[in-house]
């Protein structure tokens, strides 16, 4: 540590030690001036990780039961998606009058 009246190197003389500190009482080798300094300890805290429960397998299949149907509903949109598509291309056909 540099002298703050010379600039000269210094030498520790006292140490005393506190909890959270440390005092040192250091002397100039040139000069021969007298100053204390001070070192404060921070401790960092860790970072908690949060548990969280364990998730399913992406593979896990679990059918929902609005999306099962039986063969006449199946039937029936069918039918009605081969209308709606009938619709567009007569409208593609007529243009603008429909």
């Known amino acids: 540590m540099d002298c703050p009246v010379c600039g000269g190197r210094s030498s520790v003389t006292h140490t ?3 909890s959270k500190r440390i005092v040192r009482d ?3 080798k040139s000069c021969g001036h007298t100053f204390a300094t001070e ?3 921070f401790v960092k805290a860790k970072k908690r990780r949060q548990v969280l429960p364990p998730r399913e397998p992406a593979t896990t299949f679990r059918p929902r039961e609005e999306l099962r149907t039986d063969d006449d509903d199946l039937d029936a ?3 009605h998606m ?3 598509e009938f619709i567009e291309l007569l409208k593609k ?3 603008d009058a429909w």
């Open 16 to 18: 005393e030690r506190a």
């Open 26 to 28: 250091r002397r100039c």
């Open 39 to 41: 070192e404060l300890l």
């Open 77 to 79: 949109r069918l039918e």
């Open 82 to 84: 081969e209308d709606m």
């Open 93 to 95: 056909e007529i243009g």
